[in-house]
């Protein structure tokens, strides 16, 4: 029985790590993705922010239900969009790396410190 613990506790630290390590890829794609976006590549975000905005003075409304207009966006509205994506793009992957980079590290160790106990336990 007690073995059969042993290696489910194994089981679940290596479990823990590698989901955690997955997000910790996840989140340093992001960074590197956003970064190359906002600073080399500005040309690709062209059409993550949409060229018109809504005009509530130019709303019809029919039935109670009322539809907002839409105008031409300025480049100082496109490029406060492009801005404000790209900061919570990066909120995100740094919230996402500070959250699963250390539930990664202390999983590992504990797994590697279980690890050497056992071989020290066999010999």
């Not at 290596?14 to 906002?38: C, H, M, P």
């Not at 839409?70 to 992957?93: G, H, K, S, V, W």
Request: one cysteine or more.
């Amino acid at each position: 029985m007690k073995y059969v613990m042993h290696i489910l506790w194994l089981f679940y630290l290596y479990a823990v790590a590698a989901v955690s390590l997955l997000f910790v890829a996840i989140g340093t794609y992001s960074i590197i993705n956003t970064s190359l976006r906002v600073y080399l590549f500005p040309k690709v975000d062209i059409g993550y922010c949409d060229d018109r905005v809504p005009d509530f003075t130019q709303s019809s409304c029919d039935g109670g239900m009322c539809k907002p207009g839409y105008r031409p966006a300025t480049d100082e509205e496109i490029a406060a969009c492009r801005e404000r994506n790209a900061q919570e793009d990066l909120i995100d992957a740094i919230s996402m790396l500070s959250v699963s980079l250390p539930i990664f590290v202390v999983h590992w160790r504990l797994a590697r410190r279980e690890r050497r106990r056992k071989v020290a336990r066999d010999i």
